[in-house]
């Protein structure tokens, strides 16, 4: 089963295994990931599982939507060049080992 490493604004991380088609705010609210609240359950409108995705992994990922562009742009945190919404990120075996970021605030 593929991984994903969040890592905490501390430099704490957490090692989850995700079944593929899961999405990564999905697996954190169930594994108890701190930080990652999913206010609106994933329909891409509360930006409350928003991540810094490490830069080696962002090619992999499909790309961002107008709906994500959107509520990114309305974070708490500070939108960065490899933010993207935990919701919006669907597991695959390509992504094993994707690392993570935690911003420090989500609300």
Known sequence: ????????????????DVASGTSLMTAAVKHGVEGIIGECGGV???ATCHIYVREDFLDKLPPIMDTEEAVLDVTNAERL??????????????LDGL??????SQR
């Open 1 to 16: 089963m593929p991984h994903v490493v969040f890592i905490q604004p501390t430099g704490e991380s957490q090692t989850v």
């Open 99 to 104: 690392t993570v970021t935690i911003p420090s």
């Open 44 to 46: 891409c409108m509360c």
């Open 81 to 94: 060049s490899n933010s993207r919404l935990s919701c919006q990120i669907k597991m695959t075996d390509a």
